[in-house]
DNA sequence: GAGAGCCGTCAAGAACGCGTCAAGACGCGT
DNA sequence: ACGCGTCTTGACGCGTTCTTGACGGCTCTC
């Protein structure tokens, strides 16, 4: 079941709230302040959050930054202000939606729907990438790799974490220059080269053929887990 | 570069919006009713479609309708009326967000931020295209033929990914040398050839004799599933 | 029945993308 | 100011992919 954080300081509307996604089949909990929310989700990462920003103890929007900076959970965002600055704001810092006070509830599960829709499931962000050779701990930034501990570069944790972000599907190298190294450095395929070379010989156990971090020519590159093994016998490479 | 299309009949608002798109680094296509964006849509995906629901021709609804058939594509809908039901039902209907008019232009550009952000990166094109011999995962890139996994080369896949996007419907020389190898190629036609060859080779059960990827002489190809087919019992060749 | 147009087929050279390496530039802490 | 780790940049070789031209078969037309 679909869990959604609840973050409101008038009981009223945080029971209400909660009655309704409970009658819509979600699971509903519900903090009323910034920082039992950023526990709350430090705890266990829900499916989605919404956020009210008028909040008593810290700004709404620093309370999105901080859940910004940890995980990409979908966000709606509750305010009385319907002043455009402020919604833009919201929105490029992260948020999903941005709804202002008075809403109608039915609306408000609608966004929720349309939100949650669109996140691929558990988009929480992955904490680790664990196979039988390597072990990422994103959260503490620790890589072993074969039993032994391996140190990564901060330049190379991002360029993992965002690959391993995709779960296993394609990255492509707009999204991967853009993700690892910010806008403006779509030229730059030699980067990914140089770093996708480096990785591979920290993590692969054959750094010449690649088990987990593979490339998709003409693509971008992706990060696979253990491999059911396509049977390959020998792969006899026939000698020159 | 993403492409936005704007669907309006109002002229004034269509050029401001594109204006606006340009300005912010978009490139903007414009259309004024439904038909046109359903064609314009078949031709080419864009990264992410403004919809007023206010069209001349069709009812906004149903073009958001006939476009979630085919694709996946983020859409903002714009609609004058503010009644929580047309929201609800729009949003369940497939549309990522729903922006009441008057609107602020700064609030609509970061609406289309969020939406893209949220979208997988092409995520407007094809899904898929199965047969009981072949299986097209596009957003994977994957190609499984009679079981076994096929690889392609990127200039096979854009091929294959025009005609699968026209769903069956013919796809003439023009539009394909365009979509697959860009402007100013239209005189190639020679490079049709060799990669309907090509591909035929990794994907039908009998290259000599297509059975999905179909030519049609003088006007171009077409992709085709199972077919019902026309009682040809043993296709006898008769020896040479 | 000859000719023209279109399509499928093939193969070779060019162009491209990727992995690899190493030398400098840069930034940070001491 | 110095040294260290990190990032950037350019160059090279190799394999893959694209481009290009040529040839033969088929069909439709005259």
Chains 1, 2 share one sequence.
Do not use: C
């Amino acid at each position: 079941m679909k869990v959604v954080l609840v973050v409101d300081d008038e009981p009223h509307l945080r029971r209400t709230l909660a009655i309704s996604l409970r009658a819509h089949g979600y699971e509903a909990e519900t903090v009323a302040d910034g920082r039992s929310a950023l526990q709350s989700i430090a705890e266990r990462v829900p499916d989605a959050v919404v956020l009210d920003l008028g909040l008593p103890d810290l700004d709404g929007v620093e309370v999105l930054r901080r859940i910004r900076e940890t995980s990409t959970v979908p966000v709606v965002v509750l305010s009385a202000r319907t002043d455009s600055t402020d919604k833009v704001e919201a929105l490029d810092l992260g948020a999903d939606d941005y709804v202002t006070k008075p809403f109608g509830m039915q609306e408000l599960l609608a966004r929720i729907r349309v939100v949650l829709r669109r996140a691929p499931d558990g988009a929480g962000g992955p904490q680790a990438f664990t196979t039988s050779h390597v072990s990422l701990d994103f959260a503490e930034r620790r890589a072993v790799v074969a039993g032994e501990t391996v140190h990564l570069t901060p330049t190379e944790w991002r360029f993992l974490e965002t690959l391993a972000a995709a779960d296993g599907r394609l990255v492509s190298r707009e999204d991967l220059l853009h993700q690892v190294w910010g806008p403006g450095y779509q030229r730059e395929a030699n980067y990914l080269r140089v770093y996708a070379n480096q990785l591979r010989r920290k993590i692969e156990p054959e750094p010449g053929a690649p088990r987990y971090l593979v490339t998709e020519p003409g693509q971008g590159y992706r990060l696979l887990g253990d491999a059911p093994r396509t049977a390959s016998p020998a792969t006899p490479r026939p000698a020159p």
